[in-house]
């Protein structure tokens, strides 16, 4: 597995665009058929497993509850237990989701399953965007042939059967990540991200350290223009939300749930939920968002953009105080990053680090060589490696993190070094150095 830079990001911006081999764009789609069919498969054999769009039908209660005058935030959507199925976006969030209350039968099924595979397919055309490649037809054929690899992804796979949000998010901020910094509009989409959960706000202080401060400020700007559009219309549900609803841990659940896989969920299930774990929880999530910033600073001054996005989506992730494992959509774009690397570089390194990764976070996959789980996460719960395989993702970003810094470090340019004077270079990571 490999991290690589190149030239500055201005630099990189203005070269010429890259060109998809031919021979790659067949095999990928090939790939991506068998793929995809097979994902199919899975949905007509169990609809309810795969399919069974409950997250989604919950968003429908958020939206007919906006449609009657009702509040989101007073009681939960589903039941009457605390913590069950409490509406946890934000008030705009909860308009964007009324015309949802319109849906009924095969047409929602419909909605919720090809509206995110189509979701998906545009976050491909946005990640190879972000990489430098052209846009023609060679990129229109990828785009879903590569979701359909995607679909093997376990996050990717959670999010199509609970018909999540992540996908919309991951969308808007890559396609505002693709514009170029002089796109007057860059930063707007990011905004409106933040602006229907929280997590992408973690963007905005990417913006701001890699000092593309006219884009941070559109983007606090359209998170603003969210607040103030939901304010107008639900100004009870807006002032519940910013009021503290937002901050209240209980509205999602007990930190040690086996499914928040996030910095605060490791640490309460290995050691307990105390106040002091609550500090340490707090501590961590600084450090690693610091590191992960001066990180990702330097990948783009490199000229790497994806590489860059992708840490930042993958620590937002991390720190945040409940992540399901369908939060970490992030995980796709890396798995495009590095197999661009693998394809590029060749040899034996590049390719097993994508082959790690993808084994990692695979889903459905097991079941073709008789392991029957599904992801990961199905591994039995106890013996002396469930600390590593149930934070699974965890310690990949962990790893990643290491690998950039260990090869920025290898292939270090004085940070005050003029950029006619920054030559191409390649980052390796510890592990293919």
């Known amino acids: 597995m490999s991290l690589s830079v190149g030239p500055s990001a201005e630099v990189n911006r203005a070269a010429p665009r890259r060109v998809i081999p031919l021979p790659v764009v067949w095999v990928v789609a090939a790939l991506g058929v068998l793929a995809g069919g097979y994902y199919l498969h899975q949905v007509l054999t169990a609809p309810k497993t ?75 055309w946005a990640a190879l965007a972000v990489l430098g490649f052209r846009r023609d037809r060679r990129l229109l054929i990828l785009g879903p042939a590569i979701a359909g ?43 409106v991200a933040a602006g229907i959960k929280l997590t992408p706000v973690f963007f905005v202080l990417y913006l701001l350290v890699t000092r593309r401060f006219r884009a941070a400020g559109t983007a606090i700007g359209a998170l603003v223009a969210t607040m103030v559009v939901a304010l107008a219309v639900l100004p009870k549900d807006s002032w519940t939300f910013w009021g503290g609803a937002f901050a209240d841990p209980a509205r999602v659940g007990v930190p040690k749930n086996p499914q928040n896989e996030s910095l605060r969920g490791m640490l309460a299930r290995t050691l307990g939920d105390g106040a002091w774990v609550q500090l340490l929880w707090l501590a961590g999530a600084i450090a690693t968002a610091v590191a992960c910033l001066l ?37 796709a774009p890396l798995l495009i990053y590095l197999g661009d690397l693998a394809i590029r570089h060749g040899g034996l390194i590049a390719p097993a680090g994508l082959a790690a990764v993808c084994l990692i976070t695979s889903g459905g996959l097991f079941d ?49 070094a003029p950029q006619s004077v920054r030559e191409p270079e390649e980052m390796t990571s510890a592990v293919s150095s």
Request: aromatic residues 10%.
């Open 50 to 124: 795969m399919l069974h769009l409950v997250d989604l039908g919950t968003y429908q209660i958020a939206g007919q509850r906006v449609l009657d005058g009702v509040s989101v935030y007073d009681t939960p959507l589903r039941g009457s237990t605390r913590g069950v199925w409490e509406f946890v976006y934000t008030p705009f969030s909860a308009l964007l989701f009324a015309p949802l209350a319109a849906l009924r039968g095969l047409v929602f099924t419909w909605v919720g399953g090809l509206g995110n595979v189509a979701m998906l397919t545009g976050s491909v």
């Open 149 to 191: 690899l995607l679909l093997m992804c376990e996050p990717i796979r959670e999010t199509m059967a609970f018909g999540q949000v992540n996908m919309f998010l991951l969308l808007l901020v890559l396609a505002d990540m693709a514009l170029p910094d002089s796109a007057r509009w860059k930063g707007a989409l990011t905004g």
């Open 295 to 331: 990180l990702a600073r330097r990948l783009s001054a490199t000229g790497r953009e994806l590489p860059a996005v992708v840490l930042c989506g993958l620590t937002s992730t991390a720190v945040s105080p409940y992540s399901w494992i369908h939060h970490w959509v992030w995980l």
């Open 368 to 416: 073709l060589v008789g392991i029957h789980y599904g992801s990961i996460f199905d591994l039995p719960d106890h013996g002396p490696f469930a600390v590593l395989d149930h934070n699974a993702y965890l310690w990949l970003t962990l790893a990643l993190f290491a690998a950039a810094a260990v090869g920025l470090r290898r292939s270090a340019v004085p940070a005050d």
